[in-house]
């Protein structure tokens, strides 16, 4: 996929500017003025993408660079308009919030988004990956939390660090191949060649999309966000990793190893994990692990079922998580333990978790199917038998802990006595929008295929062999829930912790910083008792009663040439230091002191 295809057009407006100038306008108005640029500004800027041509370009002059800002092809515009519709969701259920700051990082946190997705070589595409973990921390530092402040900077450490791993990547590959390094193109080979530069990329890359043990920052950093948080971090981040993995990385085989694995672990967690949106979190990693399988395969319908399949998610995971912030809006409350028999009092928020649920559990029908069956059948027609084995016992997992455990404890299992007001109309607006899109696009996946790099090749969802075998999963894994539940085996909803690779991080970095205070202290007490508590101490002491010390010294030998007549050695030497603490001295003494300071001036000079 070459994304620098040659054209004569040259673009004057960044894809971006809509949402750039409504989150710089956003942080000097307030009120309804402020939250009224998260449904213009994501109007404006769909409408200027669909005007776009295949091959269009922008360049831009930086430091005697000459850098091409913009190179539009048909994944650059499919992003594009995944984005937009991603912020005008975000920004209506997010309408009624009154904080400026948070509005306008979150259209920022958008734009950065979109030049990601539309960057045509590595340093535009540093300078958007950079602003990607800048703006988008704020979604959690919004909260104004302990657990939000310490979370944020966790968040924010992973992701300056893959910014820096990028760069490094960039600068070990322009030390080796010169300014052609800088082009956006496929590094596949040089990967599997060993080139370090390559390897650094991908990592960095690999953090941003939550590979395993580099995972911890997103359900760590998601759950402790905003109500409204989440539903723009999961539309952005991860999907300009997997944006950029699908134009740099196609076909890398490394990445079916590390997908199988995301799509597996986290089902495990999900299921004894209390906190909902953890749960979501867990469910996320799985399915961006099905994207990356696609992308490892790397054939044009692996890769295009990978690209439909985040276009997909980002609206039927951001519904979940809608629904999840409505009910942390009304009830302060997230876990399942403490929830239950929400239904009562609100109806459409259930209603509307539920599409979301049967969406991600790719119900025929619903948007999930459409696009997960892609890469699921590619594994198979492959020859990756383990891998889609993994995946089908991974699509029964995924069933299991969003599909019926995120409605079924949130909304029914027991009744916690909570009856909250329905959500406000705006996130019932937006959650209405995203579940209209989720059945249309089950319906009608043509209109999504269009818009695929390579159309999805005439790929037909909706027959017999694709639909029975989802069917089959589906009704087996929803039998083992409902048998464990009978049983009284499934893991119940207690107040808990879940360990997960960030104990590992935690442990290591108190040990790093129990040993770095350990010598650095250490060595500052040294110092400190040498030089203040020993030298300075004494030149201090000296200071204070020097003259004691130097006439008690001087006194012997003084008394020895007999200035002092037959009077006692010790009550000479006594009365001196008495004379001296007191800045008495006789004036004959002071004199004779004084001419052997002149004489030695003299001698010196």
Not at 98 to 113: C, E, G, N, V
Not at 207 to 220: C, Q, R, V, Y
């Amino acid at each position: 996929m070459n994304v620098l295809a040659a054209s004569s057009l040259e673009l004057g407006t960044h894809p971006a500017t809509a949402l750039l100038l409504g989150g710089l306008i956003a942080a000097v108005l307030r009120g309804r003025y402020a939250s009224m640029t998260l449904v213009i500004a994501p109007i404006l800027g769909f409408w200027y993408v669909s005007t776009l041509e295949v091959g269009s370009v922008s360049y831009l002059s930086l430091f005697g660079y000459e850098i091409l800002g913009v190179a539009v092809d048909q994944q650059a515009k499919l992003f594009g308009y995944l984005f937009h519709i991603a912020a005008l969701v975000a920004g209506i259920y997010s309408f009624h919030l009154r904080d400026p700051w948070q509005i306008s990082m979150a259209l920022l946190y958008a734009a950065s988004a979109v030049g990601v997705a539309f960057a045509g070589d590595m340093l535009s595409l540093f300078l958007w990956w950079e602003g990607l973990a800048i703006t988008s921390v704020f979604q959690i530092w919004g909260r104004k939390t302990k657990e939000a402040e310490d979370s944020g900077f966790r968040y924010l450490f992973f992701h300056v660090s893959s910014g820096l791993l990028l760069l490094a990547g960039i600068l070990i590959r322009y030390h080796g191949e010169g300014v052609s390094a800088f082009s956006l193109q496929p590094l596949t080979d040089a990967l599997e060649a060993g080139d370090a530069g390559a390897m650094l990329v991908l990592l960095a890359i690999g953090i941003k999309a939550a590979f395993p043990g580099l995972h911890t920052w997103l359900k760590d950093g998601y759950s402790e966000a905003t109500h409204t948080g989440p539903v723009w971090l999961c539309a952005f981040t991860t999907k300009c990793a997997v944006c950029m993995l699908a134009r740099l990385f196609p076909g890398a085989e490394i990445l079916i190893t590390i997908g199988g694995g995301m799509a597996m672990f986290p089902i495990f967690y999900a299921v004894i994990e209390n906190d909902l949106r953890r749960v979501l979190c867990y469910s996320k990693i799985n399915q961006i692990g099905f994207m990356v399988v696609g992308i490892g395969i790397g054939t044009e319908l692996a890769i295009d079922g990978a690209i439909a399949h985040a276009f997909t998610h980002v609206l039927y995971k951001g519904l979940l998580f809608m629904s999840m912030g409505a009910v942390l809006f009304r009830t302060g409350e997230i876990r399942g333990s403490h929830l239950g028999g929400l239904y009562k009092t609100m109806p459409w928020t259930t209603g509307f978790c539920i599409v979301g649920a049967a969406s991600i559990s790719a119900f025929p029908l619903f948007s999930g199917f459409v696009s997960k069956s892609i890469i699921i059948t590619e594994a198979a027609q492959n020859g990756h038998v383990l891998i889609w084995l993994c995946l089908l016992f991974a699509s029964a997992g995924v069933f299991h802990h969003a599909g019926i455990k995120i409605p079924f404890f949130a909304f029914f299992a027991h009744d916690s006595g909570r009856r909250p007001k329905e959500a406000p109309i705006n996130m019932l607006i937006a959650m209405g929008i995203s579940s209209f899109l989720c059945i249309f696009l089950g319906c009608n996946p043509q209109w999504l295929y269009d818009l695929l790099p390579n159309g999805a090749m005439g790929y037909h969802p909706y027959d017999a062999t694709h639909v029975i075998t989802q069917l089959e999963i589906l009704l087996f894994s929803a039998l083992a829930f409902t048998l464990l539940n009978l049983w009284g085996k499934y893991p119940p909803e207690l107040p808990s912790v879940n360990l997960d690779a960030d104990w590992i991080y935690r442990k290591a970095g108190r040990g790093f910083m129990l040993f770095t205070s350990w010598f650095w202290n250490g060595l500052n007490d040294l110092v400190h008792c040498l030089f203040i508590g020993g030298i300075v101490k004494k030149v201090n002491t000296f200071t204070k009663a020097g003259q004691v010390y130097a006439l008690s010294f001087l006194s012997d030998p003084l008394h020895q040439i007999g200035l002092f007549g037959k009077e006692d050695k010790n009550k000479t030497r006594d009365r001196f230091s008495k004379r001296a603490g007191l800045g008495l001295h006789p004036v004959g003494l002071t004199a004779f002191f004084g001419l052997l300071f002149l004489l030695g001036f003299l001698l010196l000079s």
